[in-house]
């Protein structure tokens, strides 16, 4: 019993292992310290790879990897369970491989039609995107104790729209490998759409407004992060409503409750609990009393700070 039990320990453990890819534009919110890890005086921060930009363009996330259906083989009693277990696991890792593969390659594919951009980002470094408002916050990656910040901006396959990601953590010392980090979250500001003549210029190669564009939405997630690990942002649950968030040609329908409003800016927080900056254009909300709440904010002083 005690060795059928182990098998079938290890029959989960290949079956969630290895089924979905490694993705680094994704983080599971966590804080296990249950505060904000910083205050405002103490903040501190500091870019991982700042010395290079990344650019990569969006496509649809379909990962998957094609009928992977398979026929095990076991013999009898536990010599023929322990095979079956071996061969899920050998199973499991070739389809995590095939669609890390097939991931890289729709990424490659897609990437294939914002080349300018990319052409210009390979030149650029994220530290040089930074303002001298923020900059005071950097420190150097080998500060144990601050907050590791990964931007990865992102454009759609028109290069009419930009946006950024910001994965950020902060790791502890002690840390196991189950438990790695103090704090870890997902930042998101989305861009409005660009113009016509915005967009010619970057197909045109004109580098100072492609980096501006960059810079404008860094100093948005920036600001985001300081205020969320500094504890100025609610952390009750708000009033979820129903947003939509265009997105390559498509709406993105997400649940999230607003904590903070600015000029330029709807900040929510989602069911992940990551925080996302939606432009007033976009941020359609589809609760029933969204046109009251937006008539009522209209008569309202806008500040621009996030």
């Known amino acids: 019993m005690r060795l059928l039990a182990t098998c079938l320990i290890l029959l989960g453990m290949v079956g969630c292992s290895g089924t979905s890819p490694y993705r680094d534009d994704y983080a599971r919110h966590v804080n296990h310290a249950g505060k904000a890890p910083f205050t405002p005086d103490t903040f501190r921060m500091a870019i991982a790879e700042a010395e290079r930009l990344d650019l990569r363009a969006t496509y649809d996330n379909d990962n998957t990897a094609g009928d992977s259906s398979m026929l095990y083989q076991g013999g009898p009693g536990a010599a023929g369970l322990i095979a079956m277990v071996a061969q899920i696991g050998v199973h499991s890792s070739l389809v995590s491989s095939q669609r890390e593969e097939k991931l890289a390659a729709i990424q490659n594919a897609a990437n294939q039609h914002i080349i300018p951009l990319l052409d210009m980002s390979s030149t650029m470094s994220a530290s040089e995107l930074i303002g001298k408002e923020q900059s005071p916050w950097l420190a150097t990656a080998e500060d144990a104790q601050a907050l590791l910040v990964k931007p990865i901006f992102f454009s759609s396959q028109d290069m009419s729209e930009l946006s950024l990601k910001l994965v950020v953590w ?43 564009h960059l810079s404008n939405l860094l100093s948005v997630g920036l600001a985001m992060t300081h205020q969320a690990t500094t504890g100025q942002y609610s952390q009750g649950a708000g009033n979820m409503q129903t947003y939509k968030i265009s997105k ?20 929510v927080r989602d069911l992940h609990k990551w925080l996302i900056a939606i432009p007033k254009e976009k941020a359609n909300s589809l609760s029933p009393n969204s046109e009251e709440q937006a008539n009522h904010s209209s008569g309202q002083q806008c500040h621009n700070q996030v």
Not at 179 to 184: A, E, F, T, V
């Open 170 to 212: 902060l790791p502890d010392p002690q840390g196991t490998k189950k438990r790695p980090n103090h704090y870890k979250n997902l930042i998101q500001v989305f861009a409005e759409p660009l113009s016509d003549t915005e967009r010619e210029k970057l197909k045109a190669g004109d580098k100072t407004a492609f980096q501006q």
């Open 248 to 267: 390559q040609g498509k709406f993105k329908v997400i649940r999230a409750a607003e904590v903070a409003s600015t000029c330029h800016f709807t900040i």
